[in-house]
């Protein structure tokens, strides 16, 4: 058995689909549509209460969600792919500290502000402050990685998953003009992503 992905196109299971073909690992992926995603979801929810993808089902059955950890896991059956600086690298505890940033500072808001119904139902006006609110902050936790970037890419010579992250949100809210506007540094690693070859062939299978 292979590794089974359950995912939704465009969403953060680009980023496992893009690692796993970094490390040249066979997947087989589940394609779930996004209105059948969160708390009700048939397919999803009891992999994952939330609802949420990505999901990996591992070749012995077991679950894993949350990109972070399917992403780190894939470092240690995968070292060899690159994504991560090794154990003992200078650049280890950096890499530590900015991938805990984006998913726990900034991976949230689109939690929150994607579906504001989920968590103020019935109140239009408030949902929709909500998500602006969540953009708002988003953006200022984009411009404090800026000033910290470094090229061409975030850790300096070494590509490794922050990278991969940026990519992928350079395409959600506020969007790719924003980023090159307004956090240039971001923007270019996540054009160098982009003319990457195994990410491009995960973009074109995403609609991006």
């Not at 090794?86 to 991938?99: I, M, N, S, Y």
């Not at 940026?166 to 506007?181: E, K, S, Y």
Request: proline residues 8%; negative net charge; aromatic residues 10%.
């Amino acid at each position: 058995m292979t590794h089974r992905l359950y995912a939704c196109r465009g969403c953060g299971s680009m980023l496992v689909e893009a690692a796993f073909a970094k490390a040249g690992l066979p997947l087989d992926i589940i394609d779930v549509d996004w209105d059948d995603t969160g708390w009700d979801s048939g397919p999803l929810k009891t992999l994952n209460p939330l609802g949420q993808v990505p999901v990996l089902v591992l070749p012995d059955g077991a679950v894993m969600t949350e990109s972070a950890a399917i992403l780190l896991y894939l470092t240690e059956i995968a070292p060899d792919a690159g994504l991560a600086p090794p154990v003992g690298d200078a650049a280890r505890p950096q890499f530590l500290r900015w991938l805990q940033f984006l998913v726990s500072t900034v991976y949230p808001t689109f939690a929150y502000g994607d579906r504001p119904e989920r968590w103020l139902p019935g109140r239009e006006d408030a949902g929709e402050a909500l998500t602006e609110a969540n953009i708002e902050h988003r953006k200022a936790m984009y411009r404090h990685m800026e000033a910290h970037a470094g090229a061409p890419h975030f850790l300096g010579a070494g590509l490794s998953l922050i990278d991969l992250y940026l990519w992928a949100m350079n395409h959600w809210r506020p969007r790719q003009a924003w980023f090159a506007a307004e956090t240039p540094k971001l923007h270019a690693i996540a054009e160098a992503m982009r003319r990457e070859p195994w990410v491009a062939g995960v973009a074109e299978r995403n609609g991006l």
